[in-house]
């Protein structure tokens, strides 16, 4: 059986839609090249400034286990404090989102040519589903250092510690919710939808196919 797989992937196939004939390795490499462009022009996107404070879809708001901290600090006064803490959080993920171009890059080049086949078939975002699902984990790992680095270079956590300081000041319950992991959550996150906006312009958009394989891949 294992025989038989290999000699199909040898051969063409035909991809329903297309009026031309694609050799399987042709759709990964294509699937492959997709993803790259749909990375790379997501994150050019979301690092610039207000790539993420600007986007109401992926801004970064106050954890859900802090509400109450914000509701009690703007009540007091504080909205200066509580402003600056979550404008500098999204300012984190826009430095640190173009961190993580290299690790998707290493994902993408992994991907097998069932899979793409796969994907190629599949809904307008089943390729960035695939990088979900392959590099969510290990994403998390190499990416919160990089969001740790960018909470303390946009004094991040700086405001935060001043919003917590502020509220335990006036609760008896103490509350410091783990702002980096909160963060790098909510980074990448934004990272994934922005880069399932860019597949879907590819696969629906001519104007975004930057290539003849693409327009191969993708033309109907």
């Known amino acids: 059986m294992k025989s038989i797989s290999l000699l199909f992937l040898s051969f063409t196939i035909f991809i329903v839609g297309h009026s031309q004939i694609i050799k399987s390795d042709e759709i990964a490499k294509g699937l492959k090249e997709a993803l790259q462009v749909g990375t790379t022009k997501g994150i050019e996107i979301l690092s610039k400034p207000d790539g993420f404070f600007g986007n109401a879809a992926i801004k970064i708001l106050m954890p859900p286990e802090a509400a109450k901290i914000e509701k009690t600090l703007r009540s007091i006064g504080f909205n200066k404090q509580v402003d600056d803490a979550i404008l500098s959080m999204n300012r984190a993920a826009e430095d640190a989102s173009k961190e993580a171009i290299p690790i998707f890059t290493k994902a993408i080049q992994e991907m097998s040519i069932d899979d793409a086949v796969g994907i190629l078939k599949g809904n307008d975002d089943a390729a960035t589903k695939y990088l979900q699902t392959k590099t969510t984990d290990s994403l998390t790992k190499k990416f919160r250092p990089s969001i740790e680095t960018s909470l303390n270079k946009v004094n991040a956590t700086k405001n935060w ?4 300081t502020q509220y335990n000041k006036f609760s008896f319950k103490k509350i410091n919710p783990d702002l ?6 909510r980074s990448l996150n934004g990272i994934y939808l922005q880069i399932a906006a860019e597949e879907a312009k590819i696969r629906k958009d001519p104007v975004a196919r930057s290539s003849d394989l693409l327009k191969k891949i993708f033309g109907k």
């Open 161 to 164: 510690n001043t919003i917590v």
């Open 180 to 185: 980096a992991a909160y963060v790098t959550e």
